[in-house]
């Protein structure tokens, strides 16, 4: 199974996914790859595989990507042959997508692999103030507010929407969400 979760930069999805592995030891990562820089306390090949803009737009062309994305500059990308790996043994697979990733995911995805998309959502004044309190620069702040809107507009066409506000709450939802796919699975087994 595939958990996509998305929403708007500082919405808690990296917080999120880190304490649902600490809960929830079935859960593995889905690493996607990237061009930005490593933040600091990231792992290569752990968070994400950071690779050159050259390396990426080669992956690209020879067809690797199931969906890319470009956000404030950056670009990211999820393989194709990690994916179907991590399916085919059973695993169940989560990670944090751009709001066009997932669109692009779903078409492609669809009747293939199961999964499930969950928005996290949060009122932008919260938003503001948690891109504050990481250290954002002004400048960084501001374009991400102003992709707030755009990225809020896709959260019809996810499964689930969830308001981060408390994180206790969040992940008892997503657990519980997860608990149901995997029910609702053996079920139909």
Excluded: W
């Excluded at 690493?31 to 792992?43: L, N, Q």
């Excluded at 470009?70 to 991590?86: E, Q, R």
């Amino acid at each position: 199974m595939f958990i996509i979760l998305s929403g708007s930069s500082g919405a808690g999805k990296n917080t999120v996914i880190n304490e649902l592995f600490k809960k929830d030891k079935r859960l593995q990562k889905f690493v996607t790859y990237t061009t930005r820089d490593m933040r600091e306390g990231e792992v290569n090949h752990i968070n994400y595989h950071f690779i050159s803009r050259e390396e990426f737009v080669n992956r690209q062309a020879n067809g690797e990507f199931l969906e890319v994305e470009s956000i404030h500059g950056n670009m990211y990308g999820s393989s194709a042959i990690d994916l179907v790996n991590a399916i085919s043994n059973g695993q169940i697979v989560i990670n944090d997508f751009g709001v066009e990733g997932v669109k692009n995911l779903q078409e492609k995805l669809k009747g293939k692999v199961d999964f499930i998309t969950i928005f996290l959502s949060v009122p932008k004044e919260t938003l503001r103030q948690r891109l504050i309190e990481r250290g954002d620069k002004t400048e960084s702040i501001e374009t991400r507010m102003n992709r707030y809107d755009y990225e809020s507009s896709f959260a019809s066409s996810y499964d689930y929407v969830i308001e981060n506000i408390n994180l206790d709450e969040t992940l008892n939802t997503i657990q519980g969400i997860i608990n149901k796919k995997l029910c609702n699975k053996e079920r139909e087994q």
